[in-house]
């Protein structure tokens, strides 16, 4: 059920997210143009947006350990997914965070903060207290795996920073999620 | 004869008047004579103390009338016996009067140093203002009535307001006083009676002028509805700013009706979910400050805040108890979330949930004894009633749906949640979880917070698509739907009492 195809647009905002409104705010100017883009079904913008990040690292690649390196092996299983209201990790996420497992296996030194999210349907507490949870959820898969939860913040951000837009079930499938973000 | 006891008819309490004791009634002559040495300061002084009232010389008029319909005026001819029957009372309120316009500090829609005559008009609009957007009655304000002499304040001109069609008059009249304060005193009238039924007045500083008409529009309010007042209060709400995936959420603060608003964060951290304390001193809400989400006491005269659980751990849902003391607030751990109480002076919490899953959220019973709060340990959201202790806590909610956000009547007699089935409305049900019904039906109404009164909620409503929110109010019976002015978008109000 999960579409992968949109990683790209999350991308964009997500990593405003965990910066100072002040920061974001900033950032917001620059990116104001490219995040709503991404949203109509329409491949060219998302090709251009994806084409971006590795253009700007042409020469050399992300550098390794690096958040560019991670998003850029991980290619979208840095977020994974829930149904509505629930917080329990399914095959495709669990495939996801293997992945994501791999990569912090290979870089010991590297932290994470998984931020969890919701869809704009449910209460605002409510939600603040479900995205903790889906974020600790995603936590505890990675430690089942072996990556030292010491390694491992997590954040809710309840539903308060949806990536799709729209209010209709596919934009809140998108916005039901966690999102591993590695600290540079 | 008018039946005042309709408005209460939905709830089968008996109207309590707590505020009546406390009211002050200056002798009104004593006011239009300009004795402001008998009126006492209200603001910024805590409490008026009860023993002030009834003041000695206050007529039979103006001593606190029982709750009950017994005194409504035989004159009245009608039985009013619906909404829109009761709407038609029609009350005149015009222009204050002044024994001489003096200037004062007092700002009206931006314009400063205003005399009394302006502030008489200015305060006789903010009346006819609460009134009509009550949905109660039906006021007529200054700008369509003649001006009231100073010398006819006390004693108002009956036959010449029989010519007009109001059943009710209220003057009133501002004098400045000596010290710089400014004395208001309101009176409400029976035109065919030809009798005053209640009157009030205060003194305060000139800039808290809106705070006279709102104590003036509480007392008409009461006085003819058998309800306890709630306009001079003031609400808490998170104020909302651009686009919806990277909205600005600052803490702000208004009066009842949207006035005197001011933001009291900057937005670089986002907050939510505020709380006012009981004493207006401070606001408890949830920051993002450093990064995480946390609460926060706000203390609004120092502009300082502290962190109220020294933790790493989300804290969320801050509840005040009714006496001030205690904060409940919901605290994450390892994904399941659980309802504490901390003594807000400081001291350890006590943890009163424990049950794997998320308990969040929280209101008291106006007695303290009791809690109702929010829990999916049944396996989705529900209301819940415990004990103040954490002890009994059983489900109440069981009528479909998901049923969040409790909110405790302040008259103990209901409890207000969001129903989510498909849509998010806001409804009430009794403590025991019977008699559920809606208050609204849109797309996405949530977080409801009651009038000091227990006859008004807010909450918040959600835009379908754009994600725009703002601040909306309906009366218990449903109707009186109304959406708040405020500058930006608006979220999460939470309503305070009623001012000392």
């Known amino acids: 059920m999960n579409s992968n195809g949109h990683i790209r647009a999350r991308r964009l905002a997500r990593g405003l997210s965990p910066l100072g409104a002040a920061l974001g705010l900033a950032l917001l100017s620059a990116c104001a143009g490219k995040a709503p883009r991404v949203l109509p079904p329409n491949p060219g913008p998302e090709v251009g947006t994806t084409t971006t990040t590795p253009a700007s690292t042409t020469p050399s690649g992300p550098v390794p350990g690096s958040e560019g390196d991670f998003q850029a092996v991980l290619m979208g299983r840095d977020t994974i997914y829930f149904d509505t209201d629930k917080y329990n990790i399914d095959a495709d996420d669990a495939a996801a965070l293997q992945s994501q497992a791999q990569w912090l296996l290979r870089y010991p030194a590297k932290h994470a903060t998984i931020e969890g999210h919701c869809d704009e349907r449910g209460t605002r507490e409510y939600n603040l207290a479900l995205g903790e949870r889906r974020a600790n959820a995603a936590k505890a898969y990675l430690q089942s795996l072996g990556v030292d939860g010491a390694r491992l913040n997590v954040i809710s951000y309840g539903k308060e920073r949806p990536v799709a837009l729209g209010s209709n079930e596919e934009a809140w499938a998108k916005n039901r999620r966690a999102v591993t973000v590695i600290i540079d | ?500």
């Open chain 2, 1 to 500: 004869m008018i039946d005042v006891n309709i408005r209460k008819s939905g709830t089968g309490r008996p109207a309590p008047r707590p505020h009546a004791a406390r009211r002050r009634l200056l002798p009104w002559l004593a006011l239009a004579l300009a004795a402001p040495a008998l009126a006492q300061p209200v603001a910024p002084a805590p409490a008026v103390p009860e023993a002030a009232a009834p003041a000695p010389a206050a007529s039979a008029a103006a001593t606190p009338v029982p709750a009950s319909a017994a005194a409504a005026p035989d004159a009245l001819t009608g039985s009013v016996t619906d909404d829109s029957a009761w709407q038609s009372l029609g009350i005149d309120i015009p222009a204050f009067a002044t024994d001489a316009d003096k200037p004062t500090p007092a700002s009206v829609d931006g314009s400063s140093g205003l005399g009394t005559a302006a502030l008489g008009r200015a305060i006789a609009e903010v009346i006819t203002a609460d009134l009509r957007n009550n949905g109660l009655f039906k006021p007529v304000g200054p700008n369509a009535l003649p001006q009231v002499p100073f010398a006819e304040v006390a004693a108002p001109d009956f036959a010449g307001w029989a010519g007009r069609n109001a059943g009710m008059l209220v003057q009133g009249a501002v004098v400045a006083g000596t010290d710089g304060s400014l004395d208001v005193g309101c009176g409400l009238y029976d035109v065919r009676l030809q009798q005053q039924l209640i009157r009030t007045s205060l003194t305060l500083p000139p800039a808290d002028w809106r705070r006279a008409a709102h104590k003036c529009a509480d007392t008409i309010y009461s006085r003819l509805s058998g309800e306890s007042p709630f306009f001079d209060s003031r609400i808490a709400y998170i104020a909302e700013t651009g686009p919806k995936d990277h909205r600005m959420k600052r803490l702000a603060i208004m009066d009842s009706d949207g006035a005197n608003h001011r933001f009291i964060t900057t937005g670089q951290a986002m907050a939510l979910t505020p709380r006012y304390s009981p004493d207006y001193r401070s606001i408890a809400y949830l920051s993002y400050l450093d990064g995480e989400p946390r609460l926060y006491i706000y203390d609004i005269a120092t502009n300082h805040q502290r962190l109220l659980v020294a933790t790493h751990h989300p804290t969320f849902a801050p509840r005040w108890s009714p006496d001030g003391k205690f904060l409940l607030y919901s605290m994450a751990i390892a994904g399941n979330t659980n309802i504490y109480r901390i003594p807000v002076d400081g001291g350890p919490s006590q943890q009163l949930t424990d049950t794997p899953g998320i308990n969040i959220g929280g209101s008291y019973a106006p007695d303290g004894k009791r809690i109702v709060f929010e829990s999916d340990r049944s396996g989705s959201q529900q209301v819940y009633v415990m004990n103040a202790d954490g002890s009994n806590q059983r489900r109440i909610s069981f009528f479909g749906g998901r049923a969040a956000t409790p909110e405790w009547s302040p008259r103990g007699d209901l409890i207000a949640f969001t129903h989510i089935a498909g849509n998010l409305r806001i409804a009430v049900m009794t403590p025991d979880g019977s008699a559920m019904r809606y208050l609204t039906d849109s797309w996405q109404d949530e977080a409801p917070t009651w009038s000091p009164n227990g006859r008004i909620v807010q909450f918040f409503r959600t835009a379908q698509g754009s994600g725009h929110t703002s601040i909306w109010q309906v009366d218990l019976t449903g109707h009186n739907l109304r959406r708040l002015p405020t500058p930006v978008d608006a979220s999460d109000p939470a309503w305070g009492p009623v001012r000392p």
